[in-house]
């Protein structure tokens, strides 16, 4: 059972450049989110979803946009990367409030 | 803003010992309360959840939680080089879209042998 599985692991991205982060959860959970963790600080939530075709607005979401397509898929897209974007970023998803996070991909914006 | 605060530490204990790890709470909408355990470059994983106030306690893990004080804690007993990580703690309010947790900054726990 591989969880929640994020890709890439590692990015560098110039200043200016988009990519897009992408999240697959194994478990059928309708629930999944994009957090990000900068040093020394907890994990702060960027978007969420509750089900396929139904995102919303995190505490940080500028600079970001996402989709959900499918119940599996979870794609967090960065639009013109800033140094601020300078994070890792966990995928979670979940059934209630047992929440399974993914092992992460760590970006920086140069 | 709602706010989590927890001690960055790091903190240092010799195995065996028991270790009390904390985290204060402004918001009183706060309902549901979560210990994480986040191992160097991985994703935190769920240790304890709690609801509302009271004791819970799995294995030697003992988590409280003090509405009245807006403090929950997070007790290790016989602690275990293994048990060295980033504790996090998160919180959620009643009502609130599961899974939208806000978190502490995450204590640093060494133990050493």
């Known amino acids: 059972n591989a969880g929640v599985t994020q890709t890439p692991k590692f990015r560098i991205l110039k200043i200016g450049q988009s990519m897009t982060l992408q999240c697959t959860q194994d478990m059928n959970h309708n629930y999944m989110y994009w957090y990000r963790q900068d040093p020394g600080m907890g994990l702060k939530l960027i978007y969420y979803?509750?089900?396929?075709?139904?995102?919303d607005k995190g505490e940080v979401p500028n600079g970001y946009n996402v989709s959900r397509s499918t119940t599996e898929d979870f794609p967090l897209r960065l639009e013109l990367a800033a140094p601020s974007q300078t994070s890792v970023y966990f995928c979670?998803?979940?059934?209630?409030?047992?929440?399974?996070f993914g092992e992460g991909s760590w970006l920086t914006v140069v | 803003q709602k706010e989590v605060e927890q001690d960055p530490g790091p903190l240092s204990v010799p195995e065996g010992a028991i270790v009390s790890l904390n985290c204060t709470y402004s918001n009183s909408a706060f309902q549901y309360f979560m210990w994480y355990r986040q191992y160097s470059r991985k994703g935190p994983e769920l240790l304890m959840y709690t609801y509302s106030s009271g004791n819970k306690e799995d294995g030697r893990f003992t988590a409280q939680v003090d509405k009245s004080s807006k403090y929950i804690s997070l007790f290790i007993r016989d602690s275990q080089p293994s048990d060295s990580a980033t504790y996090l703690c998160a919180m959620s309010e009643r009502g609130s879209t599961l899974g939208r947790l806000y978190f502490g900054r995450g204590t640093q726990l060494t133990v050493w042998p």
């Open positions: 979803s509750v089900g396929a075709g139904i995102t």
């Open positions: 979670a998803s979940s059934y209630s409030y047992t929440i399974y």
